[in-house]
């Protein structure tokens, strides 16, 4: 994976030192194969929106960390006609730790609004985090927090703010079924509650109430709520 990558970037810096912008519509076969092998773990990141390869498409890279090598590379879609028309940018994929692969990729819909970002934090080549948004802003995120490629936890927004977040602790859900055992509510982006089912059967069965209130009220840490929710 790595060396492949490697080797798509030289052939980037050969072409694109002859011929320009022709040179990286060459390689947007590559490039979209290859954020679609990133996001293969996840889900979606076979949109096309990252192709250079389509009608009215433009494809640009950018050295911005000064080696010489492409991290950030964008694709363009023309929308409009003759003196209307104009280019928005609808994906944008960066690398962020210089290794030469993609670790960050962003949609953007065709009035140039986030869709979806997935990004690869630890750089291990698969993407451990989602963000889906609706008319521009955040509205749930998903994540895999122990990196073993399936998504354990999906936090929801409402207006940019974080309401509740559930989490697959025993790592139970399936492709297509996602099974939840913790329950989290956020007050003011903080966790106020928690709700844990233990024995499975998707009920909590066990809540805890915010540290802070449990400190106030002098209760034991491990005795929690009996909040009926
Ligand atoms: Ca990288
Ligand atoms: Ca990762
Ligand atoms: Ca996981
Ligand atoms: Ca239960």
């Known amino acids: 994976m790595m060396v492949s990558t490697r080797i798509a970037v030289l052939v980037v810096l050969a072409c694109g030192c002859a011929s320009g912008k022709a040179s990286l519509k060459l390689n947007t076969g590559k490039d979209s ?5 990133l996001g293969g773990s ?8 990252c192709r250079g390869d389509l009608p009215n498409r433009e494809v640009s890279e950018y050295d911005t960390s000064g080696d010489n090598l492409p991290d950030v590379r964008k694709v363009f879609q023309r929308v409009g006609d003759g003196t209307a028309s104009r280019l928005i940018m609808i994906c944008r994929e960066s690398d962020v730790n210089g290794d030469g692969r993609m670790d960050v990729v962003r949609y953007y819909d065709d009035e140039g609004r986030s869709l979806r970002e997935e990004a690869d934090r630890n750089f291990d080549g698969k993407m451990d985090l989602v963000t889906v948004y609706q008319n521009g802003q955040v509205v749930r995120q998903e994540l895999d927090e122990n990196h073993d490629g399936k998504i354990d936890t999906k936090i929801f927004f409402d207006q940019g703010v974080p309401q509740r977040a559930e989490r697959d602790l025993k790592g139970r859900s399936t492709a297509t079924q996602w099974r939840p055992d ?6 003011a982006g903080h ?3 928690m709700g844990t089912d233990l024995d499975g059967d998707g009920r909590v069965d066990h809540w805890d109430r915010d540290a802070a209130v449990k400190r106030a009220e002098g209760t034991a840490a491990a005795s929690g709520g009996s909040d009926a929710g």
Request: hydrophobic share 35%; no cysteine; net charge positive.
């Open 33 to 37: 194969a290859k954020a679609k092998a």
């Open 191 to 193: 966790l106020v509650r």
């Open 182 to 187: 913790r329950w989290e509510y956020f007050e």
């Open 42 to 49: 996840t889900q979606g990141s076979s949109d096309a929106r």
